[in-house]
């Protein structure tokens, strides 16, 4: 108790005030370097559109101890499509009058600065690393991570200092994956006259390169890859129509999973879906038979992976009443996609063309929900109630190091250091290994071999009692033993 009380107070502490300033600073975000609190840098509760100042003030959010100016050149610009998802706090929106109320919490990890019910996914400016900074070898064992959330958080602030892309080594990585992807293109399309059997074997590696520009992808839509915005996105957004995947509509959904990843109350948002126990208990028969063919490894790795990237992935689902920008996205990449795809045809032939790319998609699209699976869906990861849930409990507990060997780290562009991802994303994906290099304790928090990583394929549903997943088996001989009062009125019947 004297734990909970001690975290209350420093929380009141760090309560958000708000303060008045300058009406020419309309549109800006609070720098860094001006939040003592590493929760409110980059926000802002901005009462007017950036296009044109018509109030004489905005707010900014900022600690209790915090009331010096901010020094206008320090800002940066607060992009005119942020928006709060799912209900943050707070919100408000006039068309009539175009005026917007932002959340005061944003998103400055991926520069959209969406707020996701009123929580930010990336907390870790450069500037909170100091008087509370702790040793990251002070995180405990998962049991504890409770009392060891300030810890976590301290340990989020000291991976700040890995944040700063590097626009050059960007571009190296993305012209040593995407050139020798075209290259082993060619040759597989060369190899169709000298055996079927023979160009298979390229398709292996060539899915690998698609899977890799496909994390590159991934890191731009957290703004982590290159320096600048414009680069990050129209880079994202080329690479999308490689890997079939419209990037402002997936990255709107990214951002939602990293907001809310490990929260029972909000689950849906870009994960495996996944019901606890008792949920799958109090399911109808066709409920429970519908969610074991879904957990089905063929359905998992071979039908579903296929079907999201190649069908899925063709709508905004989840965001058709979303406005036109979900579906500017997925219709711009479908657009982009027909003419890459009718080039190409006309290039090769339409049987050489299928022969030659439609195994790589795919296998990339296998591998790609592979990697995501084992990322959270591991025996002793982290699942609670909107209530219990914290996002540094749930990034680091939550999410695995996948320990792959030296080059399948390549090949998935270091996505195996996931639970640091999640800490931070803003790490850029080629720095992920100073990190462990530096802090080699953290390499063994929620560690995974890949032995180990097929056997969380019978790992299906979440057990809210021994706080673990465990198996179809596991919970059936559990509910013999102990039947939830909805199956135990259904057998009264």
Same mark, same amino acid.
């Given at each position: 108790m004297a734990?909970?009380?001690?975290?209350a107070s420093?929380l009141?502490?760090?309560r958000?005030?708000?303060?008045e300033?300058p009406a020419h600073?309309?549109g800006?975000?609070?720098?860094e370097?001006?939040?003592d609190?590493?929760?409110?840098?980059g926000c802002?509760?901005a009462?007017?559109?950036?296009? !044109?100042v018509?109030?004489?003030s905005? $707010?900014?959010?900022l600690p209790e101890?915090?009331r010096r100016?901010v020094?206008?050149?320090?800002?940066r610009p607060?992009?005119?499509?942020?928006r709060c998802?799912m209900?943050g706090?707070p919100?408000?929106?006039d068309?009539?009058?175009? !005026?917007?109320q932002?959340c005061?919490a944003g998103?400055p990890?991926?520069d959209?600065?969406?707020?996701v019910?009123?929580?930010?996914s990336?907390?870790l400016p450069?500037?909170?690393?100091?008087d509370?900074?702790?040793s990251?070898?002070?995180?405990g064992?998962?049991?504890?991570?409770?009392?060891r959330?300030?810890?976590?958080r301290?340990t989020?602030?000291m991976?700040? !200092?890995y944040r700063?892309?590097d626009s050059?080594?960007?571009v190296?990585?993305l012209?040593?994956?995407?050139?020798?992807?075209?290259i082993?293109?060619?040759?597989?399309?060369?190899?169709?006259?000298?055996g079927?059997w023979?160009a $298979?074997l390229?398709?292996v590696p060539?899915?690998?390169?698609?899977v890799?520009l496909?994390?590159?992808?991934?890191?731009?839509?957290?703004?982590s890859?290159?320096?600048?915005?414009? =680069?990050?996105?129209w880079?994202?957004?080329?690479i999308g129509?490689m890997?079939l995947?419209?990037?402002?509509?997936w990255?709107?959904n990214h951002a939602?999973h990293h907001?809310?990843?490990g929260?029972?109350?909000?689950r849906g948002s870009?994960d495996i879906d996944?019901?606890t126990?008792?949920?799958?208990?109090d399911?109808p028969?066709w409920?429970?038979?519908?969610?074991?063919?879904?957990?089905?490894?063929?359905?998992m790795f071979?039908?579903g992976?296929?079907?999201l990237f190649?069908l899925k992935?063709?709508l905004?689902v989840g965001?058709?009443?979303?406005g036109?920008?979900?579906?500017?996205?997925t219709?711009g990449?479908?657009? =982009?996609?027909?003419?890459?795809?009718?080039?190409?045809?006309?290039?090769?032939?339409?049987?050489?063309?299928?022969l030659v790319?439609?195994p790589i998609?795919?296998l990339a699209?296998?591998i790609?929900?592979?990697?995501?699976?084992v990322?959270?869906?591991?025996?002793?990861?982290?699942w609670?109630?909107?209530?219990?849930?914290n996002f540094?409990?749930?990034?680091?507990?939550?999410?695995?190091?996948?320990?792959l060997?030296?080059?399948?780290r390549w090949?998935t562009?270091?996505?195996g250091v996931?639970?640091?991802?999640? $800490?931070?994303?803003r790490?850029?994906?080629?720095?992920?290994?100073?990190?462990?290099?530096?802090?080699?304790?953290?390499?063994?928090v929620g !560690?995974?071999t890949?032995?180990?990583?097929?056997?969380?394929?019978?790992l299906?549903?979440?057990?809210?009692e021994r706080?673990?997943l465990?198996s179809?088996?596991?919970a059936a001989?559990?509910?013999t033993a102990?039947?939830t009062?909805a199956?135990?009125?259904?057998r009264?019947r």
């Amino acid at each position: 108790m004297a734990g909970v009380s001690e975290s209350a107070s420093v929380l009141d502490e760090h309560r958000p005030r708000t303060y008045e300033a300058p009406a020419h600073m309309a549109g800006y975000a609070v720098p860094e370097a001006a939040a003592d609190d590493s929760r409110f840098a980059g926000c802002v509760i901005a009462s007017m559109p950036r296009s !044109r100042v018509s109030f004489s003030s905005i $707010l900014l959010t900022l600690p209790e101890n915090r009331r010096r100016s901010v020094n206008i050149s320090d800002l940066r610009p607060f992009p005119s499509q942020s928006r709060c998802v799912m209900g943050g706090r707070p919100i408000r929106r006039d068309a009539g009058s175009r !005026r917007e109320q932002y959340c005061s919490a944003g998103h400055p990890g991926s520069d959209q600065y969406e707020c996701v019910r009123g929580r930010t996914s990336e907390l870790l400016p450069e500037a909170s690393v100091g008087d509370n900074d702790t040793s990251s070898a002070d995180i405990g064992n998962r049991p504890e991570m409770t009392e060891r959330t300030p810890e976590i958080r301290a340990t989020a602030r000291m991976l700040a !200092r890995y944040r700063e892309p590097d626009s050059a080594r960007g571009v190296l990585e993305l012209a040593i994956t995407a050139v020798p992807l075209v290259i082993i293109w060619v040759l597989i399309w060369a190899a169709l006259d000298h055996g079927y059997w023979f160009a $298979l074997l390229l398709e292996v590696p060539a899915a690998g390169l698609l899977v890799r520009l496909f994390m590159i992808q991934h890191d731009c839509g957290h703004g982590s890859f290159f320096r600048g915005r414009v =680069a990050n996105d129209w880079v994202g957004r080329a690479i999308g129509v490689m890997t079939l995947t419209p990037y402002d509509y997936w990255r709107h959904n990214h951002a939602r999973h990293h907001a809310n990843s490990g929260n029972l109350d909000h689950r849906g948002s870009g994960d495996i879906d996944t019901l606890t126990v008792r949920e799958f208990r109090d399911q109808p028969l066709w409920g429970r038979m519908l969610y074991r063919l879904y957990r089905h490894p063929l359905v998992m790795f071979g039908v579903g992976p296929s079907y999201l990237f190649i069908l899925k992935h063709r709508l905004p689902v989840g965001l058709m009443r979303g406005g036109w920008k979900p579906w500017l996205s997925t219709m711009g990449t479908n657009v =982009a996609i027909a003419v890459l795809v009718g080039a190409m045809i006309r290039l090769v032939g339409y049987g050489p063309f299928l022969l030659v790319h439609l195994p790589i998609i795919v296998l990339a699209a296998s591998i790609g929900v592979w990697l995501f699976y084992v990322q959270h869906q591991f025996e002793h990861t982290h699942w609670s109630h909107d209530d219990n849930w914290n996002f540094h409990d749930a990034a680091l507990y939550g999410s695995s190091h996948y320990q792959l060997p030296g080059v399948l780290r390549w090949f998935t562009a270091n996505i195996g250091v996931h639970h640091i991802h999640h $800490l931070c994303s803003r790490i850029p994906c080629y720095r992920l290994p100073d990190v462990l290099r530096d802090h080699p304790q953290l390499a063994g928090v929620g !560690r995974i071999t890949l032995l180990q990583s097929l056997r969380t394929v019978r790992l299906t549903l979440w057990d809210e009692e021994r706080l673990r997943l465990v198996s179809f088996g596991e919970a059936a001989l559990t509910s013999t033993a102990s039947p939830t009062p909805a199956a135990a009125s259904r057998r009264g019947r």
